[in-house]
């Protein structure tokens, strides 16, 4: 597998099977050990017609069942995957499961986070805005994958995947593409529910006008990462809204947006 930077935005290219067809992903610049793979699908390389186009891993949406199958595999192709992903069946809560080597695969877990020890166990989130947020331990022997939208953030989500990690741990966190702060507007309920929880949350919004804010997600996602222990977080540069040519959006273009997966695993 071969990869070359976007000099624009920092986007990682993989080819798969031929130039006409290549799957690109986000990948992080993080301090973790090269053992830890993480890889963030963009909208491009897959098979999927408009308005899924191209790479769509949803099955969820209405997108044909065997584009999405056959994007899945690409996929899993690219990055070189050791096994299908983990797929959840998510609820914007805050569970997070931990996945062994005897997690029986035909049982769809609903919940928006899981964390394996265990090598050649692969997690997966799927997101069209929403944030997804991997956790990895210095020592590269745990890493997790979540799914934090908005609720998910002000219900607990990232203490979830914290909370399988010992104290004793050095924890790095990424931050992958989600909608940018200029771009997700929000109610008072939202604010509310933040600052309910923490009122450190105040510093990720900004008034819009009347009763309504900007939010930014990233600054959510980092604050409360940091609310309890030290993590060091990287990520948060992109926005899914605003770059229609590398990402799906469900803000932007609704029920007929497609999905975006974020993978991860131990070699």
């Known amino acids: 597998m071969t990869q070359s930077k976007s000099t624009a935005e920092n986007i990682s290219s993989t080819l798969v099977g031929n130039q006409r067809n290549p799957v690109q992903c986000v990948v992080p610049d993080w301090q973790v050990p090269a053992n830890v793979c993480v890889f963030s699908t963009t909208r491009l390389g897959g098979v999927s017609e408009a308005p899924y186009d191209a790479l769509n891993l949803g099955l969820h949406v209405d997108d044909k069942f065997e584009h999405v199958m056959q994007n899945r595999a690409l996929l899993r192709a690219a990055t070189q995957a050791p096994s299908e992903p983990v797929w959840l069946d998510q609820v914007h809560g805050r569970d997070v499961f931990f ?49 934090a939208g908005w609720r998910g953030l002000a219900d607990g ?80 540069e992109h926005c899914t809204f605003t770059n229609k040519q590398h990402f799906h959006s469900y803000r932007r273009d609704g029920k007929q947006s497609g999905r975006m997966a974020t993978i991860a695993w131990l070699k």
């Open 99 to 147: 996945i062994d080597s005897y997690h029986n695969r035909d049982e769809v877990l609903s919940a928006d986070g899981t964390i394996t020890r265990e090598t050649g166990q692969v997690l997966g989130v799927l997101t069209a805005d929403c944030l997804p947020v991997v956790i990895a331990n210095e020592q590269g022997t745990a890493v997790a994958v979540v799914h």
């Open 157 to 236: 989500v990232l203490q979830s995947a914290l909370a399988h990690f010992p104290e004793s741990d050095n924890l790095h966190a990424w931050l992958g593409p989600a909608i940018g702060p200029n771009k997700f507007e929000v109610g008072k309920d939202v604010v509310d529910a933040f600052l309910e929880r923490d009122k450190q949350f105040a510093s990720g919004f900004k008034p819009a006008g009347g009763v309504k804010f900007m939010a930014n997600l990233y600054a959510l996602a980092r604050t409360a990462l940091n609310a309890s222990r030290p993590v060091q977080v990287t990520g948060g």
